[in-house]
């Protein structure tokens, strides 16, 4: 079922790429403003180590500003639901904070920071860091609390409650944030690497835009893309791996309907 759903995926892809090649030859549309899918990869053909190169550099600074936030993010969540004086004191601040635009924040980071790795994976976790909180609150606040009762009438403490109940029943939630998570991490490299780097994909993007290399654009945008999948699919085995039975859950909830 699995390997059929992503096997369709992967056609309907190739169709619309089909597509796309097509109506930008019949309509004749400059390579400059739209350039078919044979061009970006000829594109991405003719220079392959700066490309691959620079995905190295932007993947590494995505997952290493993911990890961060969810080892950070996970933990402030536990902290939270625990501790009634730190929900009360972060809780506005950790809003308060997530509302402010990151695109406009990204250059302050280097007036802070300065060039480098740093302010990438500032920005990185702070993108991450909101949907890993916000789904560790919500996931352990759903706790069963018959079960808890029950563990406290075995006479089992607040971690016994947190190993065998609260945890594992907030593992979906979890990774249901890490997923949103994962791919904003991409986004927030991006917004760095276009105000500070002078590596990465998103240096390539600005360097395409200004020698009005479109294809070039393109070609940085399909790596954006595929590791962006990469990392959600990543995302996806780690839940099936880890939690197995909230996934067969959720397909026996949705073959039944």
Do not use: H
Not at 87 to 115: D, H, N, S
Not at 187 to 216: Q, R
Request: glycine share 8%.
């Amino acid at each position: 079922m699995e390997a059929r759903m992503i096997g369709m995926g992967v056609f309907i892809l190739a169709v619309l790429c089909v597509l796309w090649e097509i109506c930008v030859r019949a309509f004749g549309i400059a390579s400059f403003l739209l350039p078919p899918p044979s061009t970006v990869l000829l594109e991405m053909a003719s220079r392959p180590g700066i490309y691959w190169s620079n995905f190295l550099v932007t993947l590494s600074g995505t997952v290493a500003g993911f990890v961060i936030a969810v080892i950070g993010g996970v933990a402030l969540g536990i902290a939270l639901v625990y501790s009634r004086m730190l929900r009360t004191i972060l809780y506005p601040i950790i809003v308060v904070l997530q509302t402010a635009p990151k695109i406009a924040v990204a250059p302050l980071l280097i007036v802070w920071l300065g060039y480098g790795l740093l302010p990438k994976l500032v920005m990185v976790v702070s993108v991450c860091f909101f949907p890993i909180v916000m789904s560790t609150v919500t996931g352990l606040s759903s706790a069963e609390k018959d079960l808890l009762d029950m563990v406290r009438m075995l006479r089992g403490g607040i971690v016994q409650q947190f190993v065998k109940i609260a945890f594992p029943q907030a593992m979906p939630f979890i990774f249901s944030g890490l997923k949103v998570a994962v791919t904003l991490a991409v986004i927030g490299e991006i917004v760095a690497e276009f105000v500070s780097g002078n590596t990465g994909l998103g240096n390539i993007i600005v360097v395409a835009n200004s020698e009005m290399n479109v294809a070039m654009a393109f070609a940085a945008l399909v790596l954006l893309c595929a590791m962006g999948l990469a990392l959600f699919g990543l995302m996806e085995l780690l839940e099936r791996l880890l939690i197995p039975w909230s996934i067969e859950d959720s397909e026996g909830l949705y073959a039944s309907s």
